[in-house]
């Protein structure tokens, strides 16, 4: 797997360009995978890109009933888990909530960097950090099943902004 951007975004960049990107890529993995990536699922793809932040279920809820509609809690549920199965988005475990997965073409195990002050998150991929669980697993007779890394802290802008 090539190397991820693992740097936070900056504030000023064109987000309309990551959430297209995003959309393009999930319609081109689906249709390779056979499966259908339908108009609901799509939207809470959309919704879910729509920040560098983690989004919580409900929260995605309450953005796709906000013109009118009126989806149920397991329709986003549903969307939310067929997006995390073919890997086009995270689950951030201690936030109870998703991001956009920046290179959902591989199967990864992810490390986040969760900036405490903007709530952005950056993905990033170090084999040797996985490798690392994996080793550490074995000699204590651990099956991992969710090797998530999460690191709270500043990102560079916010740290900067003090």
């Not at 995003?22 to 319609?27: G, I, K």
């Not at 199965?85 to 936030?95: D, P, Q, V």
């Not at 900036?115 to 950056?122: E, F, L, P, S």
């Not at 669980?133 to 690191?151: W, Y």
Request: hydrophobic share 35%; aromatic share 6%; proline share 5%.
């Amino acid at each position: 797997m090539p190397s991820s951007n693992n740097n936070f975004p900056n504030r000023h960049h064109d987000h309309a360009v990551c959430i297209e990107s995003a959309l393009v890529q999930a319609e081109l993995l689906c249709r390779e995978r056979g499966v259908r990536l339908t108009p609901l699922r799509r939207r809470v793809l959309e919704i879910v890109w729509e920040s560098h932040a983690p989004l919580g279920a409900y929260d995605a809820l309450q953005r796709m009933n906000a013109g009118g509609e009126r989806n149920a809690p397991p329709t986003v549920y549903r969307a939310l888990d067929f997006l995390l199965k073919h890997g086009l988005i995270h689950r951030i475990e201690s936030m109870n909530a998703f991001v956009g997965c920046a290179t959902p073409e591989y199967t990864h195990k992810g490390q986040f960097f969760i900036c405490r002050d903007c709530g952005n998150v950056a993905e990033a991929h170090s084999k040797e950090i996985s490798e690392a669980i994996e080793a550490s697993a074995t000699r204590t007779g651990f099956l991992v099943e969710t090797p998530v890394v999460e690191i709270s802290g500043q990102c560079l802008e916010c740290h900067d902004n003090e």
